[in-house]
Nanobody, 114 residues
Framework: QVQLVESGGGLVQPGGSLRLSCAAS????????MGWYRQAPGKQRELVAL???????NYADSVKDRFTISRDNAKNTVFLGMNSLKSEDTAVYYC????????WGQGTQVTVSS
């Protein structure tokens, strides 16, 4: 059974930084495309960043040059480094794992507020 567990969310002031982690279990982590998505209140879930099994990355325009996705296959973990956070980054952030099947984590809240 595949499980994804996100951590690292919290309350941060505008301009601050956070680093999210997503630990996977129950799968061959290295073959999966890993992604971070977010959902703000009243809005649809949206893609934030993706990283393929080969390490190629893709970012939403709204987070380019501020966020960095990375993975450590030895630790079955994907990370999202977030800098220069803005109030509009406030959302629940979800980790997603995709190969043939798709799995989601439970989400971690990120709140950017002074």
């Amino acid at each position: 059974q595949v499980q994804l567990v996100e951590s690292g969310g919290g309350l941060v002031q505008p301009g601050g930084s956070l680093r999210l982690s997503c630990a996977a279990s129950g799968s061959d982590f290295s073959i999966y495309t890993m992604g971070w998505y977010r959902q703000a209140p009243g809005k649809q879930r949206e893609l934030v960043a993706l990283i393929t099994s080969g390490g190629d990355t893709n970012y939403a325009d709204s987070v380019k040059d501020r966020f960095t996705i990375s993975r450590d296959n030895a630790k079955n973990t994907v990370f999202l480094g977030m800098n220069s956070l803005k109030s509009e980054d406030t959302a629940v952030y979800y980790c997603r794992m995709t190969f043939i099947h798709t799995y989601w984590g439970q989400g971690t809240q990120v709140t950017v507020s002074s």
